[in-house]
C-alpha cells in the first residue's frame, strides 16, 4: 500500500501521543467512522507501543493506524510487530526510509528544507510530512510545489480547525494533527472543517 492510496479521501492524519488506551480507541473509532483519516500512535515508550498494537487489533477493515516518531531501524521492527501499517518520522533518516520501505510499510519523512524534499523523493518516498508546519507557514508548501511539483504534503504541527483550510489551500494533500485532536472537544470541529466543500 502507499500513501496515495492510504490518504485516498482522507485528509487527516490523527497524531495520539501520550494518549491512554481507552481515550485513543475513542478518539480512533471517531476517525475511522468519520471516513476523514487515518490513525499515528507515537511510538516512543513502551505504553505507546501497547497503544498501537490496541488500535491495530481494533481497527476495522479499512481503518488504518501507524507509527509515528520513528527514528531507527530497531523502531521500524516494533510497528511492524505492533501492527502498523505505515511510519512517520520527524526527520529524514535514510536508513528508516530503507528499513521501513522493506519491511512494505509506507514511510512519511519530516521535511523543513528543499534538499531533504529533494532527498526524500530521491529515496522512494513521494509523500512528505512538512514539519512543522507552524513555523514554516502555508507559504512554505506553495513555494516547494514550484521546484518539486510531484510532492505530496501532509502538514503536520500547528495545524487545528482554525487553520486547516489554509494549509489545504496551500497545496498540502494532507493534514498532520495531534493537540487539536486529542484536547477535550477538538477533533469534531476539525472534522466539521474538513467535510466542508
Not at 487545528?160 to 493537540?179: C, I, K, P
Request: charged residues 20%; aromatic residues 4%.
Amino acid at each position: 500500500m502507499t500513501f496515495d492510496e492510504l490518504l485516498h479521501g482522507r485528509p487527516l492524519v490523527a497524531i495520539l501521543r501520550g494518549v491512554p488506551v481507552a481515550r485513543a480507541l475513542e478518539l480512533a473509532r471517531a476517525v475511522w467512522d468519520s471516513g476523514l483519516g487515518v490513525v499515528e500512535v507515537p511510538i516512543q515508550t513502551p505504553e505507546a507501543l501497547d497503544c498501537l498494537r490496541a488500535l491495530a487489533e481494533a481497527a476495522p477493515p479499512g481503518a488504518l493506524v501507524g507509527a509515528g516518531t520513528v527514528r531507527s531501524a530497531e523502531q521500524v521492527e516494533r510497528a511492524v510487530a505492533a501492527g502498523a501499517r505505515f511510519t512517520v518520522a520527524p526527520g529524514l533518516d535514510l536508513d528508516v526510509v530503507r528499513s521501513s520501505l522493506d519491511a512494505g510499510l509506507p514511510h512519511l519523512p519530516g521535511v523543513a528544507t528543499a534538499s531533504e524534499v529533494h532527498h526524500a523523493l530521491n529515496a522512494g518516498c513521494g509523500w512528505l510530512k512538512a514539519f512543522p508546519a507552524g513555523s514554516l507557514g502555508p507559504g512554505w508548501l506553495r513555494e516547494m510545489r514550484g521546484p518539486f511539483p510531484e510532492a505530496r504534503f501532509v502538514a503536520t504541527g500547528g495545524v487545528d480547525a482554525g487553520n486547516a483550510r489554509e494549509y489545504l489551500a496551500a497545496g498540502a494533500g494532507a493534514l498532520g494533527v495531534g493537540g487539536a485532536v486529542t484536547r477535550e472537544g477538538g477533533l469534531a470541529p476539525l472534522l466539521e472543517v474538513l467535510r466542508a466543500p
